[in-house]
T-cell receptor, first 114, second 112 residues
């Protein structure tokens, strides 16, 4: 069965510091991979996605993620975080075809220190 | 541009009561989903629909029913609410050519 693991429940970084959020997945076929962000009291917004091709994908708000098939990972990075990046981040995996039933990780809550 | 709209946004129920959550999308998407979000568990799929008149079970369907009588609407029902159904519920629809899920703002349900 497919699964997604986000090992870090809560991460705190200083404003201006670099960020990496980890995501490992288990999937029996070619996956679609996503990162979503959720601000307090809001729904989820897509940051970026990987379907195929270049394993380094760029998203909105200056985020990027790298797909590493050998490590079953899809880590999210940002070179310099801003206070507005404080939110919860979810990694998700889905099928290339079919009903697109995404499986989400547990989420990583990001706190930014001024 | 409304996107995905959920009503109500907040509801408190007593054990055994019933209620329906309504999800409406104005993007003409075929596929729609209901997820529940609980602390430390991410989002878990309750039911989904691949088109008008069709529904299917997700990961945690017990205690819930759904209907998709119109393409733009996807209803989630609780026939006899239980405290374990206290959660935040999210509806989503998918843009098939990009695979992007569009989410509503959530409905917070408390069952006493």
């Amino acid at each position: 069965a497919q699964s997604v693991t986000q090992p870090d429940i809560h991460i705190t970084v200083s404003e201006g510091a670099s960020l990496e959020l980890r995501c490992n997945y288990s999937y029996g076929a070619t996956p679609y991979l996503f990162w979503y962000v959720q601000s307090p009291g809001q729904g989820l917004q897509l940051l970026l996605k990987y379907f195929s091709g270049d394993t380094l994908v760029q998203g909105i708000k200056g985020f990027e993620a790298e797909f590493k098939r050998s490590q079953s990972s899809f880590n999210l990075r940002k070179p310099s975080v801003h206070w507005s990046d404080a939110a919860e981040y979810f990694c998700a995996v889905g099928a290339v075809q079919g009903a697109q039933k995404l499986v989400f990780g547990q989420g990583t809550r990001l706190t930014i220190n001024p | 541009n409304a996107g995905v709209t959920q009503t109500p946004k907040f509801r408190v129920l007593k054990t055994g009561q019933s209620m329906t959550l309504l999800c409406a999308q104005d993007m003409n998407h075929e596929y729609m989903y209901w997820y529940r979000q609980d602390p430390g568990m991410g989002l878990r799929l309750i039911h989904y629909s691949v088109g008008e008149g069709t529904t299917a079970k997700g990961e945690v369907p017990d205690g819930y029913n759904v209907s998709r009588l119109k393409k733009q609407n996807f209803l989630l029902g609780l026939e006899s609410a239980a405290p374990s159904q206290t959660s935040v519920y999210f509806c989503a629809s998918i843009k098939m050519n990009t695979g992007e899920l569009f989410f509503g703002e959530g409905s917070r349900l408390t069952v006493l």
